[in-house]
């Protein structure tokens, strides 16, 4: 099912600079969640599996059950959301996965979702927004549940933490213009095919024509872009957030959600 990507253009060099060990590899197959039989292929292309622990003894039973297979005993390696290319570091060496869903995709898009993977991988931060929240995710349910069902509470939390690695990897982007010159320009084409899209957010979700989960997702990917934002998402794309994280977006969550009241 996996088999090594060749790396050509800029992508050789964002790799020795960012994630040197990392594997990127194409799959056969679409996935989100990965079940443990396929998983185990990985074996045949990385050293080790080191899967993801979590008590989970916080996570409250109304969490969709994607979530309870996350913390459960099977090895899980991408998510709902993950998009066309995910990552993981449960894997020695660490990997990028390239999904099939990507083969119409324009050359250039395909590679900087690689590259931004190899700068997330770099980071020392979690895989998923559980990860993130941790045991603060039951106080970011509670602020949410009188608004959104289960699967946008996903939805959102995914977008938040999705600001919050924008926030990280942005500052690494804007610096590529001459040394990724090709991997910057399709980095600064998405944004700009973007931003027309966030100025008819708050008018759009006024007239229920776009749930709030779902606009959150998109201005929440204008963070990595450094694009203005509407309210409230203006909010996560501030220096309090980076230092504060997961309490941040709580507050964040709270705070919105009263105003909506």
Not at 13 to 37: G, K, Q, S
Not at 212 to 240: I, M, Q, R, W
Request: aromatic fraction near 12%; proline fraction near 7%.
């Amino acid at each position: 099912m996996f088999t090594e990507r060749s790396l050509t253009g800029d992508l050789p060099a964002v790799r020795a600079a960012y994630a040197p060990e990392t594997l990127v590899l194409n799959c056969n197959r679409d996935f989100e969640t990965l079940d443990p039989a396929v998983a185990e292929e990985l074996l045949l292309v990385t050293d080790s599996l080191d899967q993801i622990s979590y008590d989970g003894a916080w996570l409250p039973t109304t969490a969709p059950e994607v979530l309870q297979e996350y913390i459960g005993n099977d090895l899980t390696i991408g998510m709902p959301g993950d998009g066309g290319v995910a990552w993981t570091r449960q894997t020695v060496p660490p990997c990028v996965f390239v999904k099939p869903r990507l083969e119409t995709s324009p050359d250039d898009f395909v590679s900087f979702l690689v590259a931004e993977a190899l700068v997330e991988v770099s980071l020392d931060e979690p895989e998923h927004f559980l990860g993130f929240f941790g045991e603060q995710y039951p106080e970011f349910v509670a602020a949410t549940e009188d608004h959104l069902d289960a699967n946008a509470r996903y939805q959102l939390a995914a977008a938040v933490y999705t600001a919050y690695l924008g926030l990280q990897t942005r500052a690494e982007f804007g610096d590529w213009a001459d040394d990724y010159p090709d991997l910057y320009a399709a980095w600064d084409d998405a944004g700009e095919r973007l931003q027309p899209r966030l100025e008819d957010l708050p008018s759009e979700i006024a007239q229920g024509q776009t749930e709030f989960a779902a606009a959150a997702e998109l201005a929440c990917s204008g963070v990595k872009h450094g694009l203005d934002l509407p309210a409230p998402f203006a909010a996560l794309d501030t220096e309090a957030y980076l230092e504060y994280g997961a309490d941040y977006a709580v507050q964040w969550a709270e705070t919105t959600f009263e105003k909506m009241e």
